[in-house]
């Protein structure tokens, strides 16, 4: 199989997509980006399904609602716009795109990783970021040597605004300035929606997007590295000119090519903005020559009221798979960051998360881009600092850990102690059956790291009384590795932490010691890879695929196992 990534063509109006995103028992929905107004026509099992685009900053979109498909059916989909065919093209090597509703009788298959960086898939490529696991595991399944996953969740780090490519520099330098801040970062609405098409537009990578059911979230590098990481953070990249176009851009693209493929049809009929597209979309079908709708105002003004007041609109979610639940929480906009106050989640989100945080389903899947349990060594770390930055030894040692906290990335959970309290106690609840029948597991999903491992806390039947087992699972990097000596020495660094970092913490008034403690039972591992979640029954099984290239055929690498650990349940 021969796969090309060429630059769209300018005879289609289809510019990027279709991605298959929301996936139900009965429904699922279909995202495209057109070139032009039109109405977009999904075609399969005999029916069609249709949606006018809409506009934001001059770019045209539409998410098709299919609904009334049958529990557990498959079948192969058409896209066309104003009765143009648009995909899949009449030259495809792919198989046809294809819709499968959630059957509750096969077992349940879900994909998930993070930090993926977009640079061609040559030897080039290859040297400098690795083999792409994402686009790996595309061609695996297009030549039918992989069981299809139901989802794939990308837990943050989708595109790097701070971080460009060759191709994304020069689309920016031939229209501004590079020598001006924000220099050759992204700048505005504009340059994020070609950083997008660069991200997804690649043959295998956009063949997979529009066959296999997506969700996502954003972490720091969609906006800019250490996003949100503390109160004088956020007041030190305010005082730069070229922040709020960029952070306005960031989240109002994200909305339009993240956020609402996320929901289902009812919470998009619910959703603040996306319910007026739907209301476009009814004075269109009672009158053909009502216009485009525009949003643009619309989200760019959701935007500034969600980054000042974060309360007033979410970005985490909730999908369900079955007898599994996937709560994916936002763990970059929702913080705190007074400084005498800090927590991961505001109260409104927080509140959010406990209501989804109950029993009654087979496993409970969390998704936080950044992993609630570290390397306890570095979770040490992350909390000694905190505690430090927030000035309990004078000013000169919080200004000191401030920069640290800074410059080594200690913003996780660990650095936010009050919300990780709050939301273990409420995930020990859960295992403890306070909160309908408990699980076989409660996991969480991350990534960020840019290594792979698995935690464990320790004993939780025995001395906290659990039911469930409490997992920490993370996969990172898709494709951006660490260079092989930073490898060696964050994994010296993370296991040299543990003792001397206990002792700290354990002979501090100030410290928290967590609660519950746990131990890395696998990894890490700093390979580009993918994961993939199987449930069978109260077991789960976790693969970490990978990506090799052989005898030199850069554009076909083969799928490799990095890693793999089987969890059955408690008892």
């Excluded at 851009?249 to 909305?255: D, F, N, T, V």
């Excluded at 059956?433 to 076989?440: D, F, K, L």
């Excluded at 898709?478 to 000596?485: D, G, Y």
Aim: aromatic share 8%.
């Amino acid at each position: 199989m021969t796969d090309t990534a060429t630059a769209p063509d300018p005879g289609n109006p289809l510019v990027l997509g279709p991605m298959l995103r929301y996936i139900g028992e009965t429904d699922a929905t279909v995202w495209v980006e057109a070139s032009g107004p039109g109405v977009v026509t999904v075609h399969t099992d005999g029916r069609d399904w249709t949606a006018p685009t809409f506009i934001v900053k001059g770019h045209h979109y539409a998410l098709v609602v299919v609904d009334g498909l049958e529990p557990g059916g498959s079948w192969d989909y058409t896209v066309s716009i104003d009765d143009t065919p648009v995909w899949p093209e009449p030259d495809s090597a792919f198989p046809p795109p294809r819709i499968r509703t959630i059957d509750r009788g096969r077992p349940t298959r879900l994909l998930f990783g993070s930090c993926r960086t977009t640079v061609p898939h040559d030897r080039e490529g290859h040297r400098t970021n690795g083999v792409d696991a994402l686009r790996t595991l595309a061609l695996a399944l297009a030549r039918g040597e992989e069981e299809w996953p139901d989802l794939v969740a990308f837990l943050g780090d989708q595109v790097y605004a701070d971080e460009t490519s060759e191709a994304m520099r020069e689309f920016i330098a031939a229209r501004r300035d590079i020598t001006e801040p924000p220099g050759e970062e992204i700048k505005d609405y504009e340059e994020y929606a070609h950083l997008y098409q660069l991200a997804w537009g690649d043959a295998a990578n956009r063949w997979l997007l529009s066959t296999v059911p997506s969700c996502m979230i954003f972490d720091d590098h969609d906006i800019r590295d250490d996003w949100n990481t503390s109160w004088t953070w956020h007041e030190e990249i305010n005082r730069t000119p070229w922040w709020h176009e960029r952070l306005m851009g960031g989240l109002s693209s994200y909305w339009v090519y993240q956020h609402i493929g996320n929901l289902s049809p009812s919470q998009l009929a619910d959703d603040e903005i996306y319910a007026r597209v739907l209301e476009a979309a009814g004075e269109r079908a009672g009158d053909p020559t009502v216009g485009e709708l525009d949003l643009t105002e619309a989200v760019f003004d959701l935007s500034r009221r969600s980054d000042r007041h974060p309360e007033v609109y979410r970005w985490s979610f909730r999908r369900d798979l079955g007898d599994v639940r996937l709560v994916v929480v936002d763990s970059r906009a929702a913080r705190v960051l007074e400084p005498k106050h800090r927590s991961m989640l505001d109260p409104d989100e927080m509140r959010w998360l406990d209501e989804q945080l109950t029993g009654d389903v087979e496993h409970l899947l969390i998704g936080t881009s950044l992993p609630f349990m570290l390397p306890p060594g570095l979770h040490d770390l992350e909390a000694i600092d905190e505690v430090l930055a927030m000035g309990t030894h004078g000013r000169v040692i919080a200004d000191r850990a401030e920069k640290v906290r800074q410059s080594i990335d200690l913003e996780h959970w660990a650095a936010f102690n009050d919300g990780f309290v709050e939301v273990f106690d409420t995930v020990m609840q859960v295992a403890r059956g306070e909160r309908g029948a408990a699980p076989a597991s409660v996991v969480f999903l991350s990534g960020d790291v840019h290594n792979s491992y698995v935690a464990e806390v320790v004993d939780a039947r025995t001395r906290h009384g659990a039911t469930s087992r409490i997992i920490q699972a993370v996969c990172s990097p898709i494709r951006n590795p660490m260079p092989r000596m930073v490898r060696v020495m964050m994994s010296a660094f993370a296991r040299g932490l543990v003792g001397p970092m206990r002792f700290v913490a354990e002979h501090s008034k100030r410290v928290p010691d967590p609660a519950y403690p746990w131990v890395v039972t696998d990894g890490p591992w700093f390979d580009n890879c993918l994961a993939e979640l199987t449930v069978q029954g109260r077991d789960l099984s976790i693969v970490w695929r990978g990506g090799e290239i052989r005898d030199g055929d850069d554009a076909h690498p083969v799928l490799t196992t990095v890693s793999s650990v089987r969890l059955p349940a408690a008892g």
